[in-house]
């Protein structure tokens, strides 16, 4: 019981920053370049500069040798959900245009902008490179597999299954921070103190800036566009059921910490991807389809944590 009111006191903390960020938003303090200017600054330098100073307070050579065992059930659990999405897909007859993007929910989520600040609001900064080893798994299949699925559906600018296109979208700022923080951990060196101090001020940044960009973007989406048909539904049982449930299977199977399945359950839980509707966009899918679900899996993920808590408590 515990446990479940410490979710509810960190999804109500998280909530209440997204709740300022909502009102801005409707106040019109952000506007469409500004929100661009928030989502870089988080990505490109708060947020590499958060994981470089986690890491390096941490973690140890010891703790990495047992991290490696979650990226066998991230990634296996990753599998199974797509296999999952596909069939579900070809089952409901889901039109073309909306195919992958839809498939693309039932195994990949919002990793970071969301699920890293709600996850240390739930468990503290110990759980920081779980996270981290379920964002790898994340990122590496979202821009391989997920990318690649909804070219295809939408026909436009179809990237090769492995590409060079395909490795810029893998190596980006957040993962280069985690690769910086990872070697200096491996080499046992650290940062000097001006440099740590300066860059967890930077990091710090993080949480609020991101629970302020959530608020400004459901702020601005059109709810009377927004209909709970079976497509909506469909999409929301694979976010919130189908890949949480992966986790949940594939845990005891290979065998990880206690702690490690309770952040992947909660990773596994978290959202569509922000990313989602311009990749959507820029492949000719229905961007517009991608961008509801991305809205609203982002409100129904705050509301859904409590519950998973206790299911992995």
């Known amino acids: 019981m515990d446990i479940v009111l410490h979710a509810f006191e960190g999804v109500f903390t998280v909530s209440l920053m997204v709740l300022a960020g909502y009102y801005l938003g409707s106040h019109h303090w952000f506007s469409e370049e500004s929100l661009n200017l928030i989502s870089k600054l988080i990505t490109k330098i708060c947020l590499p ?119 810029k979208h893998i190596v980006n700022p957040p993962l280069a921070g985690f690769a910086i923080g990872f070697t200096l951990v491996m080499l046992e060196l650290h940062l000097p103190h001006p440099l740590l101090v300066s860059f967890k001020y930077m990091g710090n940044m993080t949480t609020p800036l991101a629970m302020l960009f959530i608020g400004a973007v459901v702020s601005n989406a059109d709810w009377s566009k927004i209909h709970f048909d079976r497509q909506i539904l469909l999409a929301l049982f694979g976010r919130f059921v189908v890949c949480p449930l992966g986790i949940i299977l594939m845990a005891p199977v290979i065998g990880i910490p206690p702690l490690m399945t309770q952040v992947f359950t909660i990773q596994a839980a978290m959202p569509a991807p922000s990313v989602l509707p311009v990749l959507a966009k820029n492949y000719g899918a229905d961007y517009e389809y991608a961008a509801t679900l991305t809205v609203v899996t982002t409100v129904l993920a705050v509301v859904v944590m409590p519950f998973y808590m206790w299911v992995v408590s």
């Open 49 to 167: 500069l958060y994981m470089i100073v986690n890491l390096t307070e941490t973690l140890t050579h010891d703790t990495v040798i047992q991290m490696s065992s979650g990226l066998p059930v991230a990634v296996s659990s990753m599998i199974i959900c797509f296999i999952i999405g596909q069939l579900a897909v070809r089952f409901a007859k889901i039109p073309k245009g909306r195919r992958g993007v839809l498939a693309a929910v039932f195994f990949v989520t919002n990793t970071i902008l969301i699920g890293l600040p709600l996850s240390t609001e739930l468990f503290g900064t110990k759980c920081i490179p779980f996270v981290l080893v379920y964002y790898m798994a994340n990122t590496v299949v979202f821009w391989v597999v997920a990318a690649h699925i909804i070219a295809v559906d939408g026909t436009e600018n179809v990237p090769p299954f492995f590409s060079v296109q395909t490795l």
